[in-house]
């Protein structure tokens, strides 16, 4: 069955029941059904982001369900799951097969929490609310953008959208989600995307952080009329993202942590990778605006 079936076939099966009535309503699941859009096909440089992986553990009751180099986190609790990006909307197909893989249901996912609102992150929130009815939490700023479906991003404008979704809750800075026992601290580290949200909490033992993204690609970082005080947000958030205790550190794109390397090695826990891998992050993002400051353009690479 090809991915678009599915997602279709979806669709097809739990639209019937949809009052069209309760869609001005901010309430979870099938009522959100009818909003859901196609997803745009995948960039051509996305296909082996959403090459398949196979899943594993990180620590305690927090495990890998994404896709090659596109991250899903799955916090495992007894009232449910907690589910942490969704990659693109074509993962979704594989982050039920590792949640099965790992005695998981994906009709169990209660609460869907994102990194950041771009489409390889947040492209499958839609369809995966209106198949679980999980609670969408957010912050405000992301929020808006998933509401939009990424149109009008400050770099992207209309060009990398993705399908319709609306959060349950908004989340601001500092504030806790709970289910089953599992506590998740949003830290809204604004930069990559206005509402970008790194997520800490415990597994095993283990500080987790989970960053949002810290790249600029293509970004305009000086004088920037659609996001004014960027420079300026990305250098709070790096300072907040060095503040945070860390034993593990998660990304949303994790060849660029090399992470499936590390499970398989065992290796895992290594607060000095987090402190590195942030220290890298804030360099080449302030190497960028020093360029741009001189007058280079925007670097797409
Ligand atoms: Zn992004």
Redesign the pocket.
């Known amino acids: 069955m090809s991915k678009a079936y599915w997602l279709f076939g979806m669709l097809a099966a739990t639209a019937a029941c949809t009052p069209e009535g309760e869609l001005a309503n901010a309430a979870p699941g099938p009522a959100d059904v009818a909003q859901i859009e196609a997803p745009q096909p995948l960039l051509e440089s996305w296909v082996p982001w959403n090459a398949p992986q196979r899943p594993f553990k990180i620590a305690g009751d927090l495990y890998y369900v994404g896709a090659k180099n596109v991250s899903a986190y799955a916090v495992k609790t007894p009232d449910g799951i907690i589910l942490i990006d969704t990659g693109f909307a074509q993962t979704l197909p594989q982050i039920e097969a590792n949640l099965k893989t790992l005695g998981m249901d994906i009709s169990d996912v209660k609460i869907i929490l994102t990194s950041?609102a771009?489409a390889?992150?947040v492209g499958g929130v839609a369809a995966l609310k209106a198949k679980t009815g999980a609670r969408l939490v957010a912050s405000e700023a992301d929020a808006a953008l998933m509401a939009a479906g990424g149109r009008g991003d400050f770099t992207w404008g209309d060009d990398l959208a993705y399908p319709r979704v609306r959060a349950d809750r908004i989340v601001g800075d500092r504030e806790t989600v709970e289910l089953g026992g599992a506590v998740l601290t949003a830290h809204v580290t604004p930069g990559?995307?206005k509402g970008c949200t790194t997520w800490t909490m415990k597994a095993g033992g283990a500080d987790v952080v989970v960053l949002c993204?810290t790249?600029a690609?293509g970004y305009d970082l000086v004088d920037n009329a659609a996001y004014p005080g960027i420079a300026e947000d990305y250098a709070a958030s790096f300072d907040r993202m060095a503040s945070l205790p860390c034993d593990i550190v998660l990304a949303?794109h994790i060849e660029t942590i090399g992470l499936a390397e590390k499970a398989a090695s065992g290796a895992l826990v290594d607060p000095a990778a987090c402190k590195k891998t942030i220290a890298d992050a804030r360099a080449a993002f302030e190497k960028e605006l020093a360029r741009q400051r001189a007058g280079g353009a925007p670097d797409e690479s």
Do not use: E, R
């Open positions: 950041h771009h390889d992150h990559h995307t993204g790249s690609p949303g």
